[in-house]
């Protein structure tokens, strides 16, 4: 029996089938999510392009199907790495954003699932164009103006313009990228858990300006940079403050290197060494 009968036996007829296969879509890949069995994936894939082909693009869930379908295809593409799924992925994902009004609040969700599946897309083939495009991607998202989401934009962009600094070698994508990194680190407040994280990609990019320049201004903002997030208190469950206090050591080692000063090297070996109530040597 299949799906038509099933569906006719429960009172659903044809015009109710692209709802159906939409919600049986959705299901499958809850199951999937839940129990990490493809067999799952593989039905919410099928069911997905099914809603598509039955229903029309004046459907009002046709964008949703559209964007449900990408996300079960860049599922599949993690799993099986074939890159024609995250291609097709961002057809769908795209075609989805396209057909969605500018009011409505699922055109930046669209918006942004697109700027992932192009940034996993140019990881994963290296081609200029997409990181392009996720580029300018990103800056819809922040003309969008959604101040709760303004940092993550900031900082996405900014790592985006880090790649193609590191591709292409243009200062002024570095430039831009640091500008950006120091915005982002402005507006996120001291107890937000996310603020480690955006000192350090501030400290890398910092890093790169300098051995791009050598000029000594640039590695002492660096090692500033790096400090505060060393220095940063809350929750270290992925061993982030070792790792930031090993980064700061050896930008110390660099800074004596160039200036032969004593203090320098006294604070790479002993100034950088955490210690359990927070204090640190001088």
């Given at each position: ?120 897309s140019y990881e994963e083939t290296g ?120 980064h700061l050591k050896g930008l110390l ?30």
């Amino acid at each position: 029996m299949n799906v038509d009968e099933i569906a006719a036996q429960h009172g659903f007829t044809d015009e109710d089938m692209p709802d159906l296969l939409g919600m049986m879509a959705t299901q499958a890949f809850q199951n999937y999510v839940e129990d990490q069995n493809i067999f799952y994936l593989g039905k919410a894939i099928i069911f997905g392009r099914e809603a598509l082909s039955r229903g029309g693009e004046e459907d009002p869930s046709y964008a949703s199907w559209l964007s449900n379908l990408s996300v079960f295809l860049v599922a599949q593409f993690d799993e099986t790495r074939k890159i024609t799924d995250l291609h097709e992925a961002i057809q769908f994902i795209r075609q989805a954003f396209e057909l969605t009004p500018s009011e409505d609040p699922d055109r930046n969700d669209y918006l942004t699932n697109l700027g992932v599946m192009l940034e996993k897309s140019y990881e994963e083939t290296g081609d200029m164009q997409t990181l392009n495009e996720a580029i300018e991607n990103s800056r819809q998202l922040i003309l969008a103006d959604q101040p709760d989401e303004t940092a993550a934009y900031l900082n996405n962009l900014a790592n985006q313009l880090g790649r193609r600094y590191d591709n292409l070698g243009e200062i002024k994508d570095l430039e831009e990228a640091i500008s950006l990194a120091r915005r982002v680190v402005e507006l996120t407040e001291a107890e937000d858990s996310n603020l480690a994280s955006y000192l350090n990609n501030l400290g890398d990019k910092l890093l790169r300006l300098y051995n791009h320049t050598e000029e000594m201004h640039h590695l002492e903002e660096t090692i500033q940079v790096v400090r505060q997030s060393a220095y940063l208190g809350g929750e270290d469950e992925y061993g982030r403050q070792k790792e930031a206090f090993d980064h700061l050591k050896g930008l110390l080692k660099t800074k004596y290197k160039r200036t032969g000063v004593m203090k320098d090297l006294g604070e790479a070996i002993l100034g950088a060494i955490p210690t359990t109530n927070g204090l640190h040597f001088s």
